[in-house]
């Protein structure tokens, strides 16, 4: 008897200390439901691009963005630099900071950085979204990289702890993507998983150094691109997969709407095409009606999220590419200037088009793609069979 009661009091123990554990962390998921997934019919009808390659396949290290310049890329990697590629060959490299032993691990991303959005400003300067340190402006001729805004600034009380991607209104103005104010690129799995919605998008002045949140209350807020009519911006609200449109002129200024919503993936980038006429959006993730994710059965029960999310915080390196390994499809979309659908390029194994993070048009016959996580840049051909 002393025996069975010793047990019991051993489990009870065990289980209290589970519990407290449990409940002590700092990952507090929320219900959501997302809408169900959509067919793959018309313009989501599965295809394959007639080409796809890997270019500078072992050379690069999660190229995140890009920006396409004729025979020109210019893009960032984990490892805290940005790169200028010429004749697909690595010419120049710009560190975000002077620290060396930049490896793009965990332990190195606070003094190395981790850029991420890029967008050219001027005949000189690029800016980019660093999701470590803040907004900096990078002069690839002189090999240097500026900081214009630290993460450690205070916007409405919260750090700026997940710069993410950005675009610009005008020279004077930059609206940048704020991904979350609970969780770094890190532990980003988290910051998507638990649907805080916690993301913004943030206003930066830059003659005054102004900060403003323009929208908030965003599930994990991510690429931003600036519509022709300038007049409205758009933003990938990755976590609800859809794109939602912010008006910040014009006859509806201030007002907040979705642009597509029920997407077959995770929105990551927008970028305009070369002709001005459509965006093209990577979606990271698959879900569909006959193949859904995984996120949409754990939407509504965030219980099940805690377990997944504490094991992720418990063994991070364990944990990170079994996620990944869940999803190959991939899935890049044009959309028009409306909102419409217009075609779809996928890869169901997974060969190129997966973990993308971004679709450049080289204003020809490709589309190049950007990942977070890859260790290539594909590209793939506009044409499809």
């Given amino acids: 008897m002393a025996l069975f009661a010793n047990y019991v009091l051993s489990a009870s123990l065990a289980f209290?200390?589970?519990?407290?554990?449990?409940?002590?962390?700092?990952?507090?998921?929320?219900?959501?439901?997302?809408?169900?997934?959509?067919?793959?019919?018309?313009?989501?009808?599965?295809?394959?691009?007639?080409?796809?390659?890997?270019?500078?396949?072992?050379?690069?290290?999660?190229?995140?963005?890009?920006?396409?310049?004729?025979?020109v890329l210019y893009t960032c990697t984990t490892d805290g630099k940005c790169v200028k590629i010429v004749?697909?060959?690595?010419?120049?490299?710009?560190?975000?900071?002077?620290h060396k032993n930049c490896d793009g691990k965990r332990q190195t991303l606070p003094y190395c950085g981790r850029?991420?959005?890029?967008?050219r400003y001027n005949a000189n300067?690029?800016?980019?979204?660093?999701?470590?340190?803040?907004?900096?402006?990078?002069?690839?001729?002189?090999?240097?990289?500026?900081?214009?805004?630290s993460s450690s600034k205070l916007v409405d009380g919260k750090r700026l702890l997940f710069p993410d991607d950005l675009d610009f209104v005008d020279n004077d103005t930059i609206l940048?993507?704020?991904?979350?104010?609970?969780?770094?690129?890190?532990?980003?799995?988290?910051?998507?998983?638990?649907h805080a919605e916690d993301g913004r998008l943030i206003e930066y002045k830059i003659s005054t150094g102004q900060l403003r949140v323009v929208a908030d209350g965003l599930s994990f807020s991510n690429g931003v691109q600036i519509h022709p009519d300038r007049q409205s911006v758009l933003f990938c609200e990755s976590a609800n997969s859809r794109i939602q449109r912010f008006y910040y002129a014009g006859p509806k200024k201030g007002r907040?709407?979705?642009?597509v919503d029920n997407l077959p993936g995770f929105p990551d980038n927008i970028r305009l095409s070369t002709a001005r006429r459509s965006f093209y959006v990577a979606l990271f993730g698959h879900r569909s009606k006959d193949l859904p994710d995984a996120f949409d059965w754990l939407g509504p029960r965030p219980w099940a999220r805690k377990i997944l999310g504490e094991l992720i915080m418990a063994f991070p390196a364990s944990f990170r590419p079994f996620v990944y390994s869940l999803a190959p499809y991939g899935i890049a979309l044009e959309i028009d200037l409306n909102g419409n659908i217009l075609r779809s390029f996928h890869d169901e194994e997974g060969e190129v088009i997966q973990r993308i993070s971004q679709v450049c048009d080289d204003g020809g016959d490709y589309l190049y793609l950007a990942s977070f996580e890859n260790d290539y840049i594909g590209r793939i051909s506009k044409k499809t069979e």
């Avoid at 004749?87 to 002077?98: A, E, F, S, W, Y």
């Avoid at 979204?129 to 001729?141: C, K, R, W």
């Fill in 16 to 71: 209290l200390a589970f519990a407290v554990w449990f409940n002590s962390s700092d990952f507090k998921p929320k219900e959501f439901h997302l809408p169900p997934p959509p067919a793959l019919v018309g313009p989501l009808t599965p295809n394959k691009p007639k080409v796809l390659e890997k270019l500078l396949e072992g050379q690069i290290s999660g190229p995140e963005s890009i920006v396409i310049e004729k025979n």
């Fill in 256 to 259: 907040q709407e979705i642009f």
């Fill in 87 to 98: 004749d697909g060959k690595i010419q120049k490299t710009v560190p975000m900071t002077g």
């Fill in 125 to 149: 300067l690029f800016v980019v979204a660093d999701a470590i340190l803040g907004i900096f402006a990078v002069d690839f001729e002189k090999g240097s990289a500026e900081l214009l805004v």
């Fill in 176 to 194: 940048f993507s704020d991904a979350s104010t609970r969780f770094g690129i890190s532990d980003f799995l988290l910051a998507f998983m638990e």
């Fill in 115 to 119: 850029p991420l959005g890029i967008r």
